[in-house]
């Protein structure tokens, strides 16, 4: 008889600490908790060993945005959104990725990538802004997999939720999600550490 040993690692999310704190976003006074991200060696799905820690954030419990924990000493007034929401950095950066994996940068990628991140950042971002993005991302060197394997600490489900949905939207530009693409798309979740259920169920959603 053969016995199937299934193991790996996945992130454990656990409450560093809660309070008040000014939320860029909201732009208010409201309820946060301090989240630590550690990576666990699982076995049979079950963290067993805990790993190296892998990343850290504050997230508001009104808007569910998360922030670097510098957010905490941030203080009310012109300059509060010098302090960007970690998923806002993310989807921008997955975006041009998502634009930059088939080799070509279309009007119509760079159109939808303004309109979906204006809906999420709810501010506009320019052309200008984008070719400044491919710049920084080409400079980086880096592609989805790994730059989103640096930033899964810093991201809750919400988050993720929306980084995938805003790679679909570019990906789904020219009118078709390609197998190809879908497949770019599965590796994108993956290295945000959603599992596949989750993942079928956020794209099932967009599809519908």
């Known amino acids: 008889m053969v016995f199937l040993i299934i193991f790996g690692t996945r992130g454990v999310t656990t409450t560093a600490g809660s309070g008040e704190f000014h939320c860029p976003d909201c732009g208010a006074k409201r309820p946060f908790e301090h989240k630590r991200v550690r ?40 300059d509060e959104k010098q302090i960007e929401a970690e998923f806002h950095a993310a ?29 999420i950042a709810s501010t506009t971002i320019t052309k200008e802004d ?18 989103l394997s640096s930033v899964v600490g810093s991201l809750n489900d919400a988050g993720k939720e929306i980084v995938v949905k805003a790679a679909f939207f570019v990906a789904a530009a020219d009118g078709d999600v390609s197998a190809e ?13 959603m599992s596949p259920a989750h993942f079928k169920g956020v794209i099932d959603q967009l599809a519908a």
């Open 39 to 78: 990576r666990f060696f699982t076995l049979y799905f079950i963290p067993l060993i805990p790993l190296d820690t892998i990343g850290e954030y504050v997230e508001c419990l009104h808007c569910r945005s998360t922030y670097k924990p510098a957010v905490l000493e941030l203080l009310p007034g012109p």
């Open 91 to 119: 989807v921008r950066r997955v975006m041009v990725l998502m634009m930059l994996a088939d080799g070509r940068i279309d009007d119509e990628e760079i159109e939808t990538i303004r309109t979906i991140y204006g809906k």
């Open 130 to 147: 984008i070719e400044r993005e491919v710049a920084a991302s080409q400079a980086d060197g880096r592609g989805l997999r790994p730059y």
């Open 181 to 193: 693409e879908t497949n770019l798309l599965a590796e994108l979740a993956a290295a945000l550490e």
